[in-house]
């Protein structure tokens, strides 16, 4: 079969530059899971998977899926998707890409007139990047069936829980949970690497073998407020200060440990005043390692060197955990796929561990599952500076095709 992988990508990258407008910050590209910006990207997505050929519906979580039938109809499924939310000042390739490849992916079938033995799923999922509310990879949770009970009461930064959201969204919270995929053979997920590594080996492409497990947790340190001018220093609690050393400990114990990272990304300080001694701050914790038992054992030292810091300060410290992914193994079979698909595009074969999440990891669960990395540049990403190349692009769509049709369900 002769494909147009080189239209395809130059269609993909017009897409991904225009879909940039879906944002809820102008001048910047800030998507977050079911606001208006995420909404209309939502039933843009919609409309060009139907212009594709396909049936498309934005289902009960604020997931868009959209189903191009095989030769015979109600075949199995290999699903291909991504995420469409963004993470604030983001980059436009992180998730859009690999979701709207797999419209780019059915084209290349439907302009051939071409039915596979199997159907192809396109999703575009919700939630991946956990921004706005305190879950993460909700829409891919809710596909494989496993959304947490507690999901719907997170709330985000102005109070709305994830529930309300959605309902205002256009969703069903009830009906979330029954949202699970049937009929899955198996899952793709193409993303750029997020990493520096394939531009180093000077390689397109990579076949992930594994994707690092994370724990993500919410610290509240607890002080007392006073006026900065009268206290003196020794009969201070401020939270910041305790917070402060708290994070240098997080640093501290993540060096101590190749492949381990740790990162506090959102710290807030009340009542946020000059002339205030902090009573309260709050932080982010985000732990990741590709082997669970290091992880897990990190958390748990992180845990006891903030508890000593908040005795010996005289403050509390209250760790509530918001979200945890063990690691994921690629399935071989997906694997070896995109392993044959690289070699039959004469390109080498290389496999590498993702640092970062992905809905693949969830997806996990449902069925067989796989991804594709493409090269980033600079490894820059959640930045808006990241860039992939249209050369590097029609690579990616036409491996992702050629596994499309050599898939057996
Ligand atoms: C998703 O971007 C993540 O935080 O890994
Ligand atoms: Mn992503
Ligand atoms: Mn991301």
Known sequence: MEFDAAGAARRLMTRLDDFCAFTDEPGKLTRLYLSPSYRAACEAFARLAEAAGMSARIDAIGNVRARYEGAAPHAPALMIGSHIDTVRDAGRYDGNLGALAGIAVVEQFRQRGVRLDHAIEVVAFGDEEGVRFSTAMTGSRALSGSLSASAMESRDRDGVTLAQALTAFGGDPERAYSCRARDVAAFVELHIEQGPVLEAKGLALGVVEAINGATRLLVTVEGLAGHAGCVPMELRRDAVAAAAEMILAVEERARAEVDLVATVGRLEVEPGAINVIPGLARFSLDVRSPRDEW?????????????????????????????????????????????????????????????????????????????????????????????????????AVAAMTRFAAEFRA
Do not use: W
């Open 295 to 395: 992880r897990r054992r990190a958390v748990s030292d992180i845990h006891a060197a903030c508890i000593a810091i908040a005795a010996r300060r005289k403050v509390a410290a209250v760790f509530l955990p918001v979200h945890e992914a063990p690691a994921y193994a690629c399935d071989l079979r997906v694997v070896a796929g995109l392993d044959r698909a690289l070699a039959g595009l004469g390109q080498p074969a290389f496999r590498l561990p993702s640092g970062a999440g992905h809905d693949t990891m969830v997806m996990g669960g449902l069925a067989p599952s796989g991804m594709l990395f493409v090269r980033c540049a600079g490894g820059i990403s959640h930045n808006p500076a990241e860039a992939i190349t249209g050369e590097d692009c029609e690579l």
